[in-house]
Structure formats: structure tokens, C-alpha cells
């Protein structure tokens, strides 16, 4: 199949597929032609690397977990640690964002929000620049 059949047999874009191919990820396809010449396997592996994307796995977790896919001799405990990882490290990221969310709640309800220039979220910005 061409790259379009692919693209949507695999819901990963065109520009994805591309870079995905250029660093390694997916094997470079057959050519017939000038056009690439995707199989059902690299559609899959495709899908496979879009899931953990959707997880929220880096590439180079990705790459790991790849070679744990294709390695029918590995261990289970190999992919739950970095399962657990990546979720332990999403949890950081998502009181980071809370803490985030509640500062800026925080700073819109001081605000007035009318004609006057007086502004708590600029105040906080600048002091926050000014070190």
C-alpha cells in the first residue's frame, strides 16, 4: 500500500510516517517506483508506536518497547517497569499542572478583569521575570 493507505490505515500523518522512518523507528518500506510500499506489518508497527505515543512514551522508550514487542523471549517485568515509570512520571507532570491550573485560577479571580490597568497576573508575571 502507499504511504496514504498506510497514513490512514494506521491514523499516524504522512509527516509522521516520514519522521518515524528517518529516525528509525519504522524500517525504510520497499519502493515500487518512486512511491513507498507499505505492508500490513509496518501499518502495524505504525498503530503500535501511535498507542504509545497516545500513552504519553517518548521515542526512545518507544524504541525500548518496540524491541521488547518483536522479542518473544522477553520478560513481562521489562514492560510493566517502564509502564510504571511512565505513569509514575505523567503523576509528576500532573500535579505539576494542577499546581499550575490553581496559580492561574488563583490570578484570574484577583483580577478585576475591567479598564483599569492594575492586573495581579501581569504583576506576577513580571515579578516572576525580574528574578
Known amino acids: ?4 493507505e498506510a497514513s490512514v490505515g494506521s491514523g499516524v500523518s504522512h509527516r509522521m510516517i516520514r519522521h518515524y522512518e ?18 500490513d506489518a509496518d501499518v502495524h508497527r505504525l ?14 522508550e ?16 521489562e514492560v510493566k517497569a517502564l509502564a510504571k515509570a511512565r505513569a509514575a512520571e505523567l ?14 485560577t488563583a490570578l484570574a479571580s484577583a483580577c478585576h478583569g475591567d479598564d483599569r ?4 497576573i501581569i504583576e506576577r508575571l513580571a515579578k516572576r521575570c525580574a528574578g
Open 22 to 39: 528517518k529516525i528509525g523507528l519504522v524500517p525504510a518500506p520497499s519502493r515500487r517506483g518512486s512511491y513507498r510500499d507499505y505492508a
Open 1 to 4: 500500500m502507499n504511504i496514504g
Open 62 to 77: 518507544i524504541r525500548t518497547l518496540l524491541g521488547l514487542w518483536s522479542d518473544r523471549g522477553r520478560s513481562s517485568a
Open 117 to 120: 490597568p492594575e492586573c495581579p
Open 91 to 104: 503523576g509528576r507532570k500532573a500535579l505539576a499542572l494542577d499546581e499550575m491550573r490553581r496559580s492561574l
Open 47 to 60: 498503530r503500535f508506536i501511535a498507542n504509545a505515543r497516545d500513552l504519553g512514551f517518548p521515542i526512545e
